[in-house]
């Protein structure tokens, strides 16, 4: 490292730049039915978690070309920028209506890239340039031939365009938009880690399935599956309120005490059909990558090597162990702070069950 970065990093540290200048700026995560945010601040001993906090939304989100109609979505982001005083934020936006794909390009110089990939456009999603918003990453460039590899994500210029409208009249500006499952691979995938990692963000209504490849997002689905078919499980078998279902559900060790065995039953048919869904993604990018003949390069795996949850269902004990047993592939819940302090430095103020809802706003936020 020159001399020049290390006096760069002492001035950072020591003397970090007003917030006016440096406008910091929360993750802002909006899901199908819940907004969160979260803040990280810059202080001596590096990244530290600020303001945090979140609202569910009445009405849920519609992710269409018109959710900046959404009156109650509007009022609740008001409601939010004014209760926590936030101003500049970096905004998600929703995978399930993204387009992620791979190319290359044979000797393209780094200023031209961008108009090469609009110029394929086509030929890959069923967007014209017209129709679309992109951004890429360079995966990798070949030396030998100058070949660039490039990972490309799509959005829908109306949808994006929407969320923008959205915002307009709430108080928050938004500095920058992305991907959900773009800022969860940089919370929660080490980094610098070469692995191929499946991440489960397992939310209320809905699990996002992403595969991350030398912390680079390659593939995204979205389940109708939720942690709201388990509550609802264990109301049904028990008679229970919602309320008192989350509660059983998030008992420690349910699923390893004899006296829980009816409880536990009452996930199996959820948790089965999550793990199905799991099991099949699973199968479809291995095949996909030995029949590519990718992964040779050691540093570079293709197959997927572990899974990470993440998402307040992801704790619900012995998950990981009996997604891990019948996948035959390590299987833990995710980190969310893997990459801003290790927890035999610090520990934040957010319980930890909470903060595996976090891992979007707390990617955006870096």
Not at 71 to 76: A, G, Q
Not at 297 to 314: F, P, R, T, Y
Request: charged share 25%.
């Amino acid at each position: 490292m020159s001399k020049q970065n290390n006096c760069e990093k002492f001035i950072c540290k020591h003397f970090p730049p007003p917030r006016l200048i440096s406008m910091p700026a929360v993750g802002l995560d909006i899901s199908s039915n819940s907004i969160r945010f979260m803040e990280m601040l810059r202080t001596s001993s590096g990244l530290r978690p600020g303001r945090y906090g979140e609202k569910s939304i009445p009405e849920g989100v519609g992710y269409s070309e018109d959710v900046h109609n959404n009156k109650s979505l509007k009022k609740t982001l008001k409601e939010l920028a004014s209760e926590y005083d936030l101003k500049f934020v970096n905004v998600s936006l929703p995978e399930e209506k993204a387009y992620i794909f791979q190319t290359s390009f044979p000797k393209v110089e780094a200023k031209e890239l961008r108009d090469a990939i609009e110029l394929g456009l086509e030929e890959n999603v069923p967007l014209s340039g017209a129709e679309a918003m992109f951004d890429f990453t360079v995966i990798d460039k070949v030396k030998n031939d100058g070949k660039t590899n490039v990972s490309v994500s799509v959005l829908p210029r109306a949808i994006a365009e929407s969320f923008a409208t959205l915002l307009d009249g709430t108080g928050l500006f938004p500095l920058s938009f992305q991907l959900a499952a773009e800022a969860v691979a940089r919370s929660v995938v080490k980094k610098g880690d070469k692995l191929t990692v499946m991440i489960v963000n397992m939310g209320e209504k809905k699990t996002g399935i992403y595969i991350v490849r030398s912390g680079i997002v390659h593939f995204t689905t979205t389940l109708n599956f939720g942690g709201e078919e388990m509550t609802s499980a264990i109301e049904k078998l028990f008679g229970v309120s919602k309320e008192e279902a989350v509660r059983m559900k998030r008992e420690k060790n349910i699923m390893k005490r004899k006296q829980n065995m009816e409880l536990f039953l009452s996930l199996v048919n959820p948790i089965s059909a999550l793990k199905d869904e799991i099991s099949r993604l699973y199968a479809y990018w291995n095949s996909h990558m030995a029949a590519s003949g990718e992964g040779a390069n050691k540093d570079q795996s293709a197959e997927i090597d572990k899974i990470l949850l993440c998402g307040l269902d992801a704790n619900l004990s012995g998950l990981d162990e009996y997604l891990a047993l019948t996948l035959k592939t390590e299987c833990s819940v995710a980190n969310v702070w893997e990459n801003i302090f290790s927890f035999d430095d610090y520990i934040p103020k957010i319980e930890y069950e909470d903060s595996l809802n976090y891992p979007t706003a707390i990617g955006l936020s870096l």
